[in-house]
Protein backbone atom coordinates (compact mmCIF):
# COMPACT_ATOMS: atom_id res chain seq x y z
CA UNK A 1 0.00 0.00 0.00
CA UNK A 2 2.93 2.59 1.01
CA UNK A 3 4.64 1.93 -2.61
CA UNK A 4 1.10 2.23 -4.81
CA UNK A 5 0.76 5.73 -2.51
CA UNK A 6 3.99 6.69 -4.60
CA UNK A 7 3.27 4.84 -7.51
CA UNK A 8 0.21 5.81 -8.36
CA UNK A 9 1.13 9.71 -9.91
CA UNK A 10 2.65 7.74 -12.48
CA UNK A 11 -0.39 6.01 -13.97
CA UNK A 12 -3.04 7.72 -16.56
CA UNK A 13 -5.38 7.25 -13.61
CA UNK A 14 -3.57 10.59 -11.68
CA UNK A 15 -3.81 13.94 -12.86
CA UNK A 16 -1.29 15.21 -15.16
CA UNK A 17 1.34 17.63 -13.95
CA UNK A 18 2.56 19.22 -17.80
CA UNK A 19 -0.02 20.28 -19.85
CA UNK A 20 -0.32 18.99 -23.42
CA UNK A 21 1.04 21.77 -25.84
CA UNK A 22 -2.34 22.10 -27.67
CA UNK A 23 -0.81 23.36 -31.27
CA UNK A 24 3.00 22.42 -31.64
CA UNK A 25 5.40 25.10 -32.48
CA UNK A 26 8.45 23.81 -34.56
CA UNK A 27 9.97 27.37 -33.83
CA UNK A 28 9.52 26.44 -30.08
CA UNK A 29 10.14 23.35 -29.74
CA UNK A 30 12.83 21.51 -27.80
CA UNK A 31 13.98 17.69 -28.24
CA UNK A 32 16.06 15.79 -26.51
CA UNK A 33 17.20 11.93 -27.05
CA UNK A 34 19.32 10.78 -23.73
CA UNK A 35 20.69 7.53 -24.28
CA UNK A 36 23.01 5.20 -21.61
CA UNK A 37 24.38 3.41 -24.23
CA UNK A 38 26.23 0.77 -21.95
CA UNK A 39 29.92 1.23 -22.45
CA UNK A 40 30.77 -2.56 -23.49
CA UNK A 41 27.68 -2.45 -26.57
CA UNK A 42 28.84 -2.20 -30.13
CA UNK A 43 25.60 -1.93 -31.76
CA UNK A 44 26.20 1.86 -32.66
CA UNK A 45 24.05 1.68 -35.79
CA UNK A 46 20.98 0.73 -33.69
CA UNK A 47 21.35 4.12 -32.17
CA UNK A 48 22.32 5.89 -35.37
CA UNK A 49 19.04 4.68 -36.73
CA UNK A 50 17.10 6.22 -33.77
CA UNK A 51 19.05 9.33 -34.38
CA UNK A 52 18.23 9.85 -37.86
CA UNK A 53 14.26 8.68 -37.68
CA UNK A 54 13.35 11.41 -34.67
CA UNK A 55 16.29 13.93 -35.81
CA UNK A 56 16.47 15.22 -31.81
CA UNK A 57 17.69 18.63 -31.44
CA UNK A 58 20.26 17.35 -28.68
CA UNK A 59 21.67 13.98 -28.13
CA UNK A 60 23.33 13.21 -25.12
CA UNK A 61 25.36 9.56 -24.77
CA UNK A 62 26.12 8.12 -21.59
CA UNK A 63 28.60 5.32 -20.56
CA UNK A 64 30.05 6.57 -23.51
CA UNK A 65 33.70 6.06 -24.59
CA UNK A 66 36.16 6.83 -27.06
CA UNK A 67 35.07 4.25 -29.53
CA UNK A 68 31.33 5.21 -28.65
CA UNK A 69 32.89 8.77 -29.48
CA UNK A 70 34.30 7.44 -33.12
CA UNK A 71 31.55 5.24 -33.68
CA UNK A 72 28.98 8.26 -33.78
CA UNK A 73 31.13 11.00 -35.50
CA UNK A 74 28.84 10.64 -38.77
CA UNK A 75 26.77 12.98 -36.59
CA UNK A 76 29.12 15.80 -36.86
CA UNK A 77 27.72 17.34 -40.05
CA UNK A 78 24.04 16.94 -38.18
CA UNK A 79 25.27 17.93 -34.97
CA UNK A 80 27.96 20.48 -35.13
CA UNK A 81 27.79 21.97 -31.68
CA UNK A 82 29.42 19.03 -29.28
CA UNK A 83 31.06 18.83 -26.09
CA UNK A 84 32.80 15.24 -25.66
CA UNK A 85 33.89 13.29 -22.29
CA UNK A 86 34.95 10.23 -22.76
CA UNK A 87 35.62 7.68 -19.93
CA UNK A 88 36.57 3.72 -19.69
CA UNK A 89 34.52 4.00 -16.17
CA UNK A 90 30.78 4.02 -17.37
CA UNK A 91 30.72 7.61 -16.56
CA UNK A 92 31.60 9.13 -20.08
CA UNK A 93 29.25 11.35 -21.70
CA UNK A 94 28.94 12.63 -25.28
CA UNK A 95 26.63 15.50 -26.04
CA UNK A 96 25.48 16.42 -29.76
CA UNK A 97 23.25 19.47 -30.40
CA UNK A 98 21.92 21.01 -34.07
CA UNK A 99 21.25 24.23 -31.80
CA UNK A 100 24.10 27.00 -31.11
CA UNK A 101 25.16 26.78 -27.62
CA UNK A 102 25.98 29.94 -25.91
CA UNK A 103 28.37 28.53 -23.01
CA UNK A 104 29.25 24.74 -22.30
CA UNK A 105 30.44 23.52 -19.00
CA UNK A 106 32.12 20.15 -17.60
CA UNK A 107 31.45 19.86 -14.10
CA UNK A 108 32.16 17.56 -11.56
CA UNK A 109 29.80 18.07 -9.00
CA UNK A 110 30.67 15.99 -6.70
CA UNK A 111 33.20 12.86 -7.79
CA UNK A 112 36.06 13.69 -9.50
CA UNK A 113 35.45 10.67 -12.18
CA UNK A 114 31.76 11.74 -12.62
CA UNK A 115 31.46 13.84 -15.25
CA UNK A 116 27.82 16.63 -15.93
CA UNK A 117 27.38 19.21 -18.26
CA UNK A 118 25.74 22.53 -18.13
CA UNK A 119 25.39 24.23 -21.17
CA UNK A 120 22.97 27.12 -22.41
CA UNK A 121 21.30 27.92 -25.44
CA UNK A 122 18.72 30.98 -26.64
CA UNK A 123 15.54 30.23 -27.69
CA UNK A 124 13.12 32.75 -28.69
CA UNK A 125 15.01 35.64 -26.45
CA UNK A 126 14.92 32.97 -23.67
CA UNK A 127 17.90 31.77 -22.22
CA UNK A 128 17.70 28.14 -21.25
CA UNK A 129 19.90 25.84 -19.18
CA UNK A 130 19.86 22.04 -19.45
CA UNK A 131 22.18 20.18 -17.04
CA UNK A 132 22.90 16.67 -18.27
CA UNK A 133 23.72 14.15 -15.22
CA UNK A 134 24.65 10.65 -14.50
CA UNK A 135 25.57 10.38 -10.62
CA UNK A 136 26.74 6.51 -9.84
CA UNK A 137 24.19 4.59 -8.19
CA UNK A 138 24.34 2.92 -4.79
CA UNK A 139 25.11 -0.50 -5.67
CA UNK A 140 27.63 -3.43 -4.37
CA UNK A 141 29.74 -2.92 -7.33
CA UNK A 142 29.94 0.71 -7.96
CA UNK A 143 29.17 3.25 -5.11
CA UNK A 144 28.09 1.47 -1.71
CA UNK A 145 26.36 4.05 -0.46
CA UNK A 146 23.71 7.00 -2.00
CA UNK A 147 25.19 9.46 -0.63
CA UNK A 148 27.52 11.41 -3.93
CA UNK A 149 24.62 10.43 -5.76
CA UNK A 150 21.94 12.20 -3.33
CA UNK A 151 23.87 14.77 -3.05
CA UNK A 152 24.59 15.76 -6.73
CA UNK A 153 21.05 15.62 -6.53
CA UNK A 154 20.47 17.98 -3.99
CA UNK A 155 23.11 20.45 -5.61
CA UNK A 156 21.75 20.48 -9.01
CA UNK A 157 18.83 21.76 -7.31
CA UNK A 158 19.69 23.91 -4.71
CA UNK A 159 21.31 25.64 -7.99
CA UNK A 160 18.11 25.59 -10.38
CA UNK A 161 15.57 26.63 -8.10
CA UNK A 162 16.08 29.78 -8.25
CA UNK A 163 16.15 30.16 -12.24
CA UNK A 164 14.03 32.42 -13.57
CA UNK A 165 14.66 31.44 -17.18
CA UNK A 166 13.40 28.18 -18.93
CA UNK A 167 15.98 24.98 -17.11
CA UNK A 168 15.72 21.02 -18.02
CA UNK A 169 17.96 18.58 -15.90
CA UNK A 170 17.91 15.20 -17.98
CA UNK A 171 20.14 11.93 -17.59
CA UNK A 172 20.12 8.54 -15.83
CA UNK A 173 19.99 9.58 -12.70
CA UNK A 174 20.06 5.79 -11.34
CA UNK A 175 16.89 6.24 -9.64
CA UNK A 176 13.00 6.23 -9.22
CA UNK A 177 10.94 9.20 -9.78
CA UNK A 178 8.86 8.58 -6.72
CA UNK A 179 12.34 7.66 -4.43
CA UNK A 180 12.97 10.00 -1.34
CA UNK A 181 16.09 11.56 -3.10
CA UNK A 182 14.18 11.99 -6.40
CA UNK A 183 11.09 13.63 -4.57
CA UNK A 184 13.24 15.63 -2.73
CA UNK A 185 14.80 17.30 -5.88
CA UNK A 186 11.75 17.70 -7.78
CA UNK A 187 10.76 19.57 -3.70
CA UNK A 188 14.08 21.94 -3.50
CA UNK A 189 14.08 22.44 -7.78
CA UNK A 190 10.72 23.26 -8.23
CA UNK A 191 10.82 21.06 -11.60
CA UNK A 192 8.00 19.34 -13.35
CA UNK A 193 7.73 15.93 -14.02
CA UNK A 194 6.12 15.20 -17.67
CA UNK A 195 5.33 11.18 -16.81
CA UNK A 196 2.93 12.17 -14.27
CA UNK A 197 -0.54 11.42 -15.53
CA UNK A 198 1.28 9.50 -18.46
CA UNK A 199 3.05 6.70 -17.39
CA UNK A 200 6.10 4.90 -15.80
CA UNK A 201 8.24 5.44 -19.18
CA UNK A 202 10.68 2.56 -17.49
CA UNK A 203 14.21 2.32 -19.52
CA UNK A 204 16.03 -0.11 -17.33
CA UNK A 205 16.33 -3.32 -17.37
CA UNK A 206 15.97 -3.57 -21.33
CA UNK A 207 16.75 -7.44 -21.47
CA UNK A 208 14.84 -8.61 -18.18
CA UNK A 209 10.54 -8.21 -18.73
CA UNK A 210 10.19 -8.59 -15.26
CA UNK A 211 12.38 -6.46 -14.12
CA UNK A 212 11.80 -2.68 -14.84
CA UNK A 213 12.41 1.00 -13.47
CA UNK A 214 12.46 4.61 -14.83
CA UNK A 215 16.11 5.52 -13.92
CA UNK A 216 16.37 7.81 -16.34
CA UNK A 217 14.55 10.97 -16.57
CA UNK A 218 13.77 14.65 -17.72
CA UNK A 219 12.50 17.51 -14.95
CA UNK A 220 11.75 20.68 -16.27
CA UNK A 221 10.80 24.05 -15.63
CA UNK A 222 7.04 25.16 -15.84
CA UNK A 223 8.14 27.61 -19.09
CA UNK A 224 7.13 24.22 -21.11
CA UNK A 225 4.44 22.38 -21.98
CA UNK A 226 4.56 18.67 -23.44
CA UNK A 227 4.57 17.45 -27.05
CA UNK A 228 5.31 14.35 -27.06
CA UNK A 229 7.46 11.73 -24.22
CA UNK A 230 8.24 8.31 -25.41
CA UNK A 231 11.05 5.01 -24.86
CA UNK A 232 12.88 4.26 -28.18
CA UNK A 233 13.29 0.36 -29.19
CA UNK A 234 16.15 -1.81 -27.78
CA UNK A 235 19.50 -0.55 -28.85
CA UNK A 236 21.87 -3.50 -26.94
CA UNK A 237 22.32 -1.17 -23.54
CA UNK A 238 20.90 -2.16 -20.48
CA UNK A 239 18.50 0.89 -21.33
CA UNK A 240 16.27 2.34 -23.54
CA UNK A 241 16.77 5.60 -24.70
CA UNK A 242 14.09 8.47 -23.39
CA UNK A 243 12.93 10.97 -26.05
CA UNK A 244 11.07 14.20 -24.83
CA UNK A 245 9.98 16.73 -26.99
CA UNK A 246 8.80 19.65 -25.13
CA UNK A 247 7.24 23.45 -26.64
CA UNK A 248 8.50 26.70 -24.91
CA UNK A 249 5.20 28.70 -23.81
CA UNK A 250 4.92 31.73 -25.27
Not at 14 to 37: C, G, M, T, W, Y
Not at 87 to 106: F, I
Amino acid sequence: IYQAFWIYPYTPLASKEVERAESPDQDNKISILSSNVFMPNENYHKLLSHVKDTQPDFLVTLESNKRWQNALAELNSDYPYQKHCPLENLYGMNLYSKVPLDTVELHYFVEDDVPSFKVTFTKNNSTVTIFFLHPKPPSPTENKRAKPRDIELDLVGNMVCDYEEPVIVAGDLNDVAWSPTTRKFRKVSGLLDPRIGRGFYNTFHAHYPLIKWPLDHLFHSSHFSLVDIRKLGDIGSDHYPLLTTLQLKE
